[in-house]
């Protein structure tokens, strides 16, 4: 899609699955149920959606999938499936070396997981500032019982970075802005695209599937739930009254939409981006 002088591509890095409790927390199974099946093993599919944001002065992609991580306990238990792939993907629009910023929600592995791709000759997004909270940085580096299982710590690659260190809502470029939404982990943040009347908010996941908007509808894997449901609110209001193009990270069935209603009953149009 068009936005001014900017492209804006959704890309994919596959797709992975999900326990359903941890998935939907206690949104009772009939509800969930009339929009998600489960797999032979009881598990729903979670997408891996990606944009891809370039322009004439700067490229930036927003968080960077699974990645193709080697630990096999990882994959059996949530059944990666790669036969579609951010890098491949991204070559068609973009060389990854070209690329300015990887701007993360946060640093969850299915989030973070090309960010520290190697080549024989160093980083594979060598020019690219990595963009994340502070907090979010050090939750990385020191995750705590509730946290850990869902990092995939290498904290001698991450140091050795380029990083641009967040503190807060924050702007990044005269486009992109970032707000600290806090909830899924503490240095959450969800990514806002503006150009011209046209904008896009990546709320990362605090809401991952369009099904997800309903406020209360939470994962069970939040960390702080009650920070979730209230910012949550404030994106969802703010997308009603911007018109807003919401892209859902981890919906197989719908990316990307316009939020229509009212807060406490949102309505979801889906649109293609």
């Known amino acids: 899609m068009k936005f001014g002088e900017f492209n804006v591509e959704l890309l994919s890095d596959g797709f992975f699955s999900l326990d359903p409790g941890a998935c939907f927390g206690i949104v009772p199974r009939p509800l969930w149920s009339r929009s998600f099946r489960e797999?032979?093993?009881?598990?729903?599919?979670?997408?891996?959606?990606?944009?891809?944001?370039?322009?004439?002065?700067?490229?930036?992609?927003?968080?960077?999938?699974?990645?193709?991580?080697?630990?096999?306990?990882?994959?059996?238990?949530?059944?990666?499936?790669?036969?579609?792939?951010?890098?491949?993907?991204?070559?068609?629009?973009?060389?990854?070396?070209?690329?300015?910023?990887?701007?993360?929600?946060?640093?969850?592995?299915?989030?973070?997981?090309?960010?520290?791709?190697?080549?024989?000759?160093?980083?594979?997004?060598?020019?690219?500032?990595?963009?994340?909270?502070?907090?979010?940085?050090?939750?990385?580096?020191?995750?705590?019982?509730?946290?850990?299982?869902?990092?995939?710590?290498?904290?001698?690659?991450?140091?050795?970075?380029?990083?641009?260190?967040?503190?807060?809502?924050?702007?990044?470029?005269?486009?992109?802005?970032?707000?600290?939404?806090?909830?899924?982990?503490?240095?959450?943040q969800a990514v806002v695209f503006r150009n011209g009347d046209h904008e896009i908010i990546y709320m990362g996941d605090l809401a991952p599937t369009a099904f997800h908007v309903k406020p209360s509808y939470i994962t069970a894997i939040d960390t702080y739930p009650i920070d979730t449901v209230t910012m949550k609110k404030k994106l969802i209001s703010k997308a009603i009254r911007d018109h807003a193009i919401c892209i859902f990270n981890h919906d197989v069935e719908i990316p990307s939409a316009i939020i229509s209603g009212d807060v406490g009953n949102p309505k979801i149009e889906p649109v293609q981006l």
Do not use: C, W
Not at 150 to 176: C, F, M, Q, W
């Open 39 to 188: 797999n032979g093993n009881g598990r729903i599919r979670m997408a891996l959606n990606i944009p891809l944001i370039v322009g004439r002065d700067y490229s930036a992609i927003i968080d960077t999938g699974i990645g193709n991580p080697r630990e096999d306990k990882l994959s059996k238990i949530f059944e990666f499936s790669k036969e579609r792939d951010l890098i491949s993907e991204m070559r068609n629009f973009a060389d990854p070396e070209s690329i300015d910023f990887l701007i993360h929600s946060h640093l969850h592995f299915d989030h973070f997981g090309h960010s520290l791709d190697r080549t024989e000759n160093g980083p594979l997004f060598r020019k690219a500032s990595l963009v994340a909270q502070r907090k979010e940085f050090n939750g990385y580096r020191r995750p705590i019982d509730f946290t850990k299982g869902n990092y995939r710590s290498e904290p001698d690659v991450l140091r050795k970075a380029k990083k641009l260190t967040v503190n807060g809502s924050a702007r990044i470029t005269h486009e992109i802005s970032v707000i600290l939404t806090g909830g899924h982990t503490s240095g959450h």
